[in-house]
């Protein structure tokens, strides 16, 4: 058997949406999982679509996610080009041979004849379709005589190349995923193959890339499933042998319903993109699941689990045991529903799994937070109290901000629990004690709290209680020790002073 090639062809309409960034996820997957190769082609033959920095853009997503392809734009490879853009003597070629056949014709009708055609249609309630039946009473090489499209040619008069669609055909499919189907050829329309510029469409630049470039296995968005009995028929027209297909399901909306779209991303408050994205034209920024916080491997991860279950449920895995597991059979036929709950549930577990060191690289790149004041024993200590309960790498900042910078207010209702008229003087009592200790650690500074309570008759918690709303503000946080000798003693006994000065 020949070596499995997968492509990974996105158009550069826009950024790269989770719809996108899976599929080419699992075009990496089964790739890797059968030895093969991951291909990237940007299908850019749509000029009009075209979104400047979209190529630049797609190409960092797949990079940020650690999905690198093989070969690609960036990488080069034995089949370059890998832009269709610079491909056009290869569809030239294969446009020539195709005319040669009886599966292609040339219509030279203008848009506004066709648009005036759809109209009538419309004003009868019907749908226009270039097809069997009405290609024969069109402008094109079946109806026109031999001289008069010789004619039209020699005078530069613009046509289209459609595909002669057979009539009366059944066309039996087959997908991965998806098992067989079957399509009638007489519901499918003429489709162009090639536009009056020249310019090959998708469907026709499409199957010649993948021929041209030996792919084995084409796995993309089921919005492509309608044209698979075109493709079928495009590689029989060609004489080529055709790679097996597997139709993604959709990504749907969180409530279950729809498609995930592009919206949906601002209307529910989760990213649709793997990165931000700065529309050229309007200027409106699209947050991206990297400014988020995320970490790539648990997006990847929450990604690759929208609609494939790996063996005993396992959950977590990294893109090397995905690869491992990884089975196109197995992915659902069904739609997978969008979770921001799970997403922010997988940053959460992934941020467990790495190192206090780890995190501190991570932490230190958070933007808009000061923390020279801090060497990195102390950091590392605070990240080890706050990695646990934190979902993203900042919210040891937001909620752990009490390490950064002393309360300057403090919470009404945890006044009213933790401090009475005796508080002041005990809290002061205690400054003194903590001023005197040589050794600043937390076990150390546990005992001194018990001993300190202990010799006073009062409970453990008649001190922690009060201690705690001093030096954090409110009654939160991790173990009031660590707290301690996190901020050390100057600043944990300043704390207390000010707490006295300000709630007495
Ligand atoms: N350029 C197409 C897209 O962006 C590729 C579809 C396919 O993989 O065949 O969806």
New binding site residues.
């Given amino acids: 058997m020949s070596k499995v090639r997968v ?5 550069p ?1 826009g950024p790269l949406h989770l719809g ?1 960034v899976r ?1 080419a996820l699992y075009d990496y997957l089964f790739a890797k999982n059968q030895g093969g190769e991951f291909v990237l082609r940007i ?1 850019d033959t749509d000029t009009a679509r075209y979104v400047e920095g979209a190529e630049d853009y797609i190409m960092e997503a797949l990079e940020w996610c650690g999905i690198i392809p093989d070969e690609s734009p960036k990488h080069g490879g034995k089949f370059a080009p890998y832009r269709q853009s610079e491909r056009r003597d290869i569809y030239d070629k294969h446009l020539a041979e195709i005319l040669k056949t009886d599966y292609a014709y040339l219509a030279f009708d203008t848009p506004e004849e066709l648009d005036e055609i759809r109209k009538e249609y419309e004003e009868n309630g019907e749908v226009f379709a270039y097809n069997y039946i009405t290609r024969n009473r069109l402008k094109n090489s079946l109806t026109l005589s031999k001289d008069e499209v010789e004619r039209l040619l020699a005078e530069n008069v613009p046509y289209v190349v459609r595909f002669k669609m057979p009539i009366d055909r059944i066309l039996n499919l087959e997908d991965i995923i998806r098992g067989k189907s079957s399509v009638n050829t007489n519901t499918l329309d003429d489709k162009v193959l090639v536009k009056n510029d020249g310019m090959p469409t ?1 469907h026709f630049a ?1 199957i010649i890339d ?1 021929h041209e470039m030996e792919i084995t296995h ?4 089921e ?2 499933l309608p ?1 698979l009995g075109l ?1 079928y028929l495009l590689y029989e027209a060609m004489g080529w042998e055709r790679p097996q297909f597997a139709h993604l399901s959709l990504i749907l909306k969180p409530e279950g319903k729809g498609k995930l779209s592009k919206r949906d991303g601002d209307k529910f408050g989760f990213p649709v993109f793997p990165l931000n994205f700065r529309d050229p034209q309007t200027g409106v920024v699209s947050k991206g699941y990297r400014e988020e916080g995320y970490l790539p491997e648990a997006f990847i991860n929450m990604v690759a689990l929208l609609g494939w279950s790996p063996a005993n449920d396992r959950e977590i895995l990294s893109l090397e045991e995905m690869t491992k597991e990884f089975d196109l059979h197995k992915v659902h036929k069904a739609g997978a529903r969008f979770s921001k709950e799970k997403a922010e549930w997988f940053n959460h577990e992934y941020l467990k799994l790495t190192s206090d060191q780890e995190a501190l690289v991570l932490f230190k790149k958070v933007e808009d937070i000061n923390l020279s004041h801090l060497d990195d024993d102390q950091l590392l200590k605070i990240i080890s109290l706050m990695k646990e309960r934190a979902t993203f790498i900042k919210d040891i900042y937001t909620d752990g901000k009490f390490f950064f910078e002393a309360p300057s207010s403090y919470d009404e209702k945890a006044v009213k629990k933790a401090w009475n008229e005796q508080t002041s003087s005990l809290m002061n009592d205690f400054a003194e004690a903590l001023h005197g200790t040589e050794i600043f650690e937390a076990e150390n500074l546990r005992h001194i709290i018990h001993d300190f309570a202990e010799t006073r008759g009062l409970g453990m918690g008649k001190v922690m209680m009060p201690l705690r709303l001093a030096l954090v503000g409110e009654l939160k946080g991790p173990d009031v020790p660590d707290i301690l000798q996190v901020l050390g003693k100057e600043e944990s006994v300043g704390r207390i002073k000010n707490a006295v000065n300000n709630i007495s």
């Fill in positions: 492509r990974f062809a996105p158009s309409t996108g599929t299908e998708y499409n993948d084409v796995i993309r968005g919005e492509w044209s493709h």
